[in-house]
Structure formats: structure tokens, C-alpha cells
């Protein structure tokens, strides 16, 4: 820390500030949808920004300009990785807080809307991870195919191969809930 | 798989995997935290500081990270701005800036800079 000169010092803070501001909804999403309760998605989104700032210098320094949500969403999903590791709990996805339809009487158009989007929160919590995790960053996060390669590790080519089949599966359980 | 029906599945995703707005508790904590973290950076290395202030050794590192400690001290602004109770304490970072600048001050007299 005696390295850095107060003017650094102050814009990285200012920078990190810029960081927490603008991607704290998109940690706590992937948070929520990696645990799928609100009580550990805090501790996981508290955890990944506490975490953040303690390596937020390198990771600028290393990042040669490209944005840093990637690195931000890398971090929650390694910390999301020990949660389940040390717990050894499954994901669990709750809809009622998360989306959609909160009507105190919902009509039936609405119950019948909110048993589909179930159905798909069910059939995404039920994905091999690896694939859970680029559709929760694609639709919860909106993130293109180059930032969830970066945080999933992987090349832009394999990560499109990776949601093309998570789709295709997802659309194939689906088509196995629905009635004959 | 059809267009229609990749459409379709896209469609039902983006509706089902909405972003979640992080609750205001969190959001408090959060901050509450990183605004300590800060702090507590900030007071280590006044610790330290004041601990080097022993060996004249010490005294050149001592101007330069007396500099370090009030950025630190400034840090998160914005943050801060929402913790109105951090005023104080904020307050009493200052008048530790204060002494250890009067330090710097007499350091650099002594050494005729």
C-alpha cells in the first residue's frame, strides 16, 4: 500500500466505487440464481465485493482496459463453487421473490404464466452447471458470449457451443413436462 | 430445433431469469463494510507510521505513506456520503491526517528539505 501514491490510490478507489455501483445488481442476480435464496445470495454477493477490492489494484492493472464484470462474476461463481463444496447442498431456484408475477389474486392467465416460468427455473436449476451458469449470465446478466468466456474460462467459440446446447436442452425437458 | 421454437425457449429465459435488485439491508451492509475496510487500511498504516516514527530509518518512508494514508482517508466517497454516522469517525481519520503531516512537516525541517 506505501507503493501506491495518494492520486493512485484515490482513483482506484474511485474506479472500484464505479465498479460496485454498476455491477452490484448483476452479482447479487447471479448470486440469487446460483443459490436461489435471497439469505445466501447476500453473503455470496457481500463475500465477492469484499473479495474484489482486496485484489481490485492487480486485476485493473491486468485487465488492460477490458471491462471487469467478467473478472467480478468469476469471483462469485468460484465463491458460489466452495458454497456448494463446503455445504454440500444443490442449487435451489424460488421464483416468488425472484420474477415476475406478484399479483395478491392473480389471474388465471397469471397462475398459468407463472407455472411456465417455474417450469423453466426448475429445468435451468436442473443443467449441469457449467451450463446453468452461461444461461443465468446470458439472459439474468445479459453478457455476451467474449464476457462469459472470460468468466467461465473458456474460448467464445466453446461458450456458444455451451448455450447453444444448454438451450437445446433446456427446451427438450421442457417438452418432456409438457402433457401428451 | 426450429427458429420458432429456439424463439421461444429464448423468450421464456429472458423472462424467467429476470435481474434481481439486491435488498436495501444488503445494500447498506455492503457498504457499511467496504467503507471499513478502508478505514481499517487507513489506520494500519497509521499504526505503522507511528511505530517507524521510532527509527530515524523510518523517517523518509514516513513523509511518503503519511501522503498514502490521507488518500486512503478520502477513499469511497460516494460510499461514505449514504453513512452519515461515518462523519464522525471520518472526522477523527482527519485530525490523525493532521498530526502525522505535523510530523511530516518537522521530519522534513529536520532533514533541511
Known amino acids: 500500500m506505501a507503493e501506491l501514491v495518494d492520486g493512485d490510490k484515490a482513483a482506484l478507489d474511485r474506479d472500484f466505487e464505479e465498479l460496485y455501483k454498476s455491477h452490484l445488481r448483476d452479482v447479487y442476480s447471479y448470486s440469487y440464481y446460483r443459490v436461489g435464496n435471497h439469505h445466501d445470495a447476500e453473503d455470496l454477493t457481500e463475500q465477492t465485493f469484499l473479495q474484489a477490492y482486496r485484489h481490485f489494484e492487480r486485476a485493473q492493472r491486468e485487465s488492460q482496459g477490458r471491462p471487469l464484470r467478467p473478472w467480478l462474476i468469476r469471483i462469485a461463481h468460484n465463491l458460489a463453487a466452495n458454497y456448494y463444496r463446503d455445504r454440500s447442498r444443490k442449487p435451489q431456484t424460488q421464483l416468488e421473490d425472484a420474477a415476475v408475477v406478484s399479483e395478491p389474486h392473480p389471474t388465471d392467465e397469471l397462475v398459468e404464466q407463472r407455472e411456465e416460468l417455474e417450469e423453466v427455473l426448475t429445468g435451468v436449476a436442473n443443467l449441469p452447471d457449467d451450463r446453468r451458469e452461461a444461461l443465468i449470465m446470458r439472459f439474468a446478466l445479459d453478457m455476451d458470449n467474449r464476457e462469459i468466456a472470460r468468466a467461465l474460462g473458456r474460448t467464445e467459440g466453446a461458450t456458444k457451443v455451451l448455450i447453444h446446447r444448454a438451450i437445446r436442452q433446456l427446451e427438450e425437458s421442457l417438452k418432456a413436462e409438457e402433457p401428451a | ?113
Open chain 2, 1 to 113: 430445433m426450429s427458429d420458432v421454437e429456439r424463439f421461444d425457449v429464448e423468450r421464456l429465459l429472458r423472462s424467467a431469469l429476470v435481474p434481481v435488485e439486491p435488498p436495501v439491508s444488503l445494500v447498506d451492509r455492503l457498504e457499511r463494510r467496504l467503507t471499513e475496510k478502508v478505514d481499517i487500511a487507513a489506520e494500519e498504516l497509521a499504526d505503522w507510521e507511528l511505530g517507524a516514527m521510532r527509527d530515524p530509518r523510518n523517517w523518509g518512508r514516513t513523509a511518503a505513506a503519511g501522503m498514502v494514508l490521507a488518500a486512503a482517508g478520502g477513499t469511497l466517497v460516494l460510499v461514505r456520503a449514504r453513512q452519515q454516522h461515518k462523519k464522525r469517525q471520518a472526522g477523527a481519520l482527519k485530525a490523525l491526517e493532521h498530526s502525522i503531516e505535523d510530523v511530516s512537516s518537522d521530519i522534513r525541517k529536520r532533514l533541511g528539505r
